[in-house]
């Protein structure tokens, strides 16, 4: 498949995961600079292994906020938290999740996901 | 609730997902110097958080592996893919993390995941 | 022993290292949603594991402090100062294992560990 | 471009850095399972930002030594030892980058990576 | 050497790659209470290590941005975005070493990577 | 001070803490290749912050076994549970710091540092 159409096919279901305006502002506040970076986003990771056929968006969206809670990685957690939302988990699923991530992770790593699924929830 | 009830219903769920055997090994390989370890997971990682409604064991699985493997911990991963299959996740579905995984954590804990993946699948 | 008096031991014992105050705000700060976190907490991590014999708390505060330091948890290392002078470490006690956390984590790590344990003990 | 050009470029790339039969050890190694893995590898590691201009490949090896050093990801970081001699790096050159390890991620991740790097140079 | 010799010569490197104000002000920051790590700083990290021949002080500066970005430790990994500029990086060489993270470290390590960079590098 | 004095100093210290055959094979092992690194553990490491008044060793031993553990290298935790031993810590007070590290780092970091320090106490 040429890049182009990755590209395309990944940059619709970002917007579709995260809305048109999230993704615009993320896109734009990198400028010049970021755009390889931004390019290696939408094609690879949304035009490609987000939009294999294999596992349903939930599911993916739960594992990304498990993996992004255990690298400590405040900023990219809170986008998934809305994302995932948007791809049908429940607040209540995401707690789950957030528990699971204090016996694994340990208490501090739960700590900092609830604070930040609490405002990204908007709770 | 009584700790006593809380390990008991941890420990049968560990073997339901387990199998009693490999519980009884790890449990043994501690002695008595790690007892009070178990005695923690029995209670509070399986009796407790494994135990609570609000999502399906098969989620669960798929975010501890998303974790484990976030967090460079290769004996609990590979635990935990026998335990994902065990809670009907298909070796498709693992696979889709792994490859999550080497879009968020990056490709070498990708290439660690899929080598002990490939090992607890019998591949 | 019954979870509640394992979480009412813990609240305790909580509060006594880090005051009444800090651990209510702390607690309301999650609301609803934070409820089966803050459990655990009270219950596991200071009804069980903090009050177990075996260990002063003093030593129990620099290995926590040692721990979030490396582990990148700026808010529960900040938290964990104030407690490891309410347990009787002297701020150059602490200083001490920031030194070492230089050696072991990298001059990284120390740096936001000084910056923080400044903070926290009002310098 | 088409993705399949850039698998193809990334994969010649890859044989030239580590030599055609250690990428094809690896490539075998995961089976049809790690396909979709090996396809992201050769076309985006490889066919994509390791093929960019704006940066010699030497300092490419260099930069990526020091991230899977620090990341604590043995084997992929003995494989790139043997990928910066073939980039034009001396074992000395690389034996710098081994010590900032040590200044910014602390002497253990040092001691691990000294270990790995005398395995992969031969020494 | 004496480490007095040491000290100095590490500062003086200091001074030269970060600006003598940048450097007074670091060392203010964490009065008496920092003046040990200071010192560990300045004789080992920049009298020592960073003054070894056998590496240019650019590939240094691509390699601890590598390093800082993949162990997540924002703060220092600002200030060595300067310090790349200081010793000869352009800042099209210093995005290929983040491209690079968001290969090795995962996206979100380059998210936050660029977002540092981008504010360090004032555009 | 003189860095020879340092290192000399320094030298004594590891090997009074871990003996002088286990301080001589490890030095022996990184060759001329790991004198650089092996001299910075000798003079800094142990010459200086080991070293230094303000804290107990006992105290140093089970920080330095939270933070190794928490950061998953486990050679150097190894050698640190033989150095507390030395430092006179008992096998109880190591356990207490290895379900703090269950606590803080989480559940599978807990079962390899129980792991780890099983074999290196011989038991």
Redesign the interface.
Known sequence: ???RE?HERGLKLRQQIFGEAAVKARMG???D??K??QN??N???YG???S?P??DNR??S????????????P??FSVHVKGALANGCT???I??????????????????A??L??EA?G?
């Open positions: 498949m040429d890049t990755l506040a990198f400028g600079f970021g390889p970076l290696l986003i094609t690879y990771a490609d292994v987000w294999r294999g596992l599911s993916r739960l594992a990304v906020l498990a993996m992004t809670a255990a690298l400590n990685r900023a990219e607040p209540e699923e707690r789950e999740v957030l528990l699971l991530i204090g016996i694994y992770c340990g208490i501090p790593a739960a700590n900092d609830h604070r699924a609490l929830l709770k």
